[in-house]
């Protein structure tokens, strides 16, 4: 734990660490993009998971999720370096801090849903891919992510008064 807790004291000491303490702008602008970018990748996900769920069943599952998945990638151009110049900011204190923990932990899991989604019932879409209802394991996949996405929405939301 020392060599991490070195690497995180070290990296609060950078200039890009204390411009993004210290700027009138720099955090509130970044913190922007990284919501932004957030509500694009959740807003995405929670399209493909409510049809999944059976709502636009006139819509094809593989359609719309190749399309929306584009859209969730592209997010992540924005999401991932400004949540990592957001944790530059504090990083000490983010590391211990038991919500925003929780909140790696959720997008780890939501990360492993989906990859399980992919590999087992999504494998079948063609056959419910339109007018269909999702077999049972997907309908469980696409609530438990839309679960997830919430959980990380609300641990990153707490990260302000923790």
């Known amino acids: 734990m020392e060599i991490g807790a070195g690497v995180l004291t070290t990296l609060a000491a ?3 660490s204390t411009a993004m303490r210290e700027g009138a702008w720099l955090y509130p602008i970044v913190e922007i993009v990284h919501i932004a970018g957030f509500a694009v990748l959740v807003g995405s996900v929670v399209l493909f998971d409510l049809r999944v769920l059976g709502f636009a069943r006139n819509l094809p599952v593989a359609e719309l999720g190749r399309h929306l998945l584009r859209w969730a990638l592209a997010s992540l151009i924005l999401v991932i ?56 394991l997907a309908r469980f996949g696409a609530v438990l992510s839309i679960l997830l996405w919430l959980g990380v929405i609300s641990c990153g939301r707490m990260l302000a008064y923790v």
Request: a positive charge.
């Open 14 to 16: 950078t200039p890009l």
């Open 81 to 136: 370096p400004a949540g990592l110049l957001l944790f530059s900011a504090h990083p000490v204190e983010l590391a211990d801090n038991r919500v925003f923990q929780l909140k790696l932990v959720l997008i780890a899991l939501a990360g492993l849903n989906a990859l399980a989604f992919h590999l087992l019932p999504y494998r079948s879409v063609a056959g419910w891919d339109r007018n269909y209802a999702a077999p049972p």
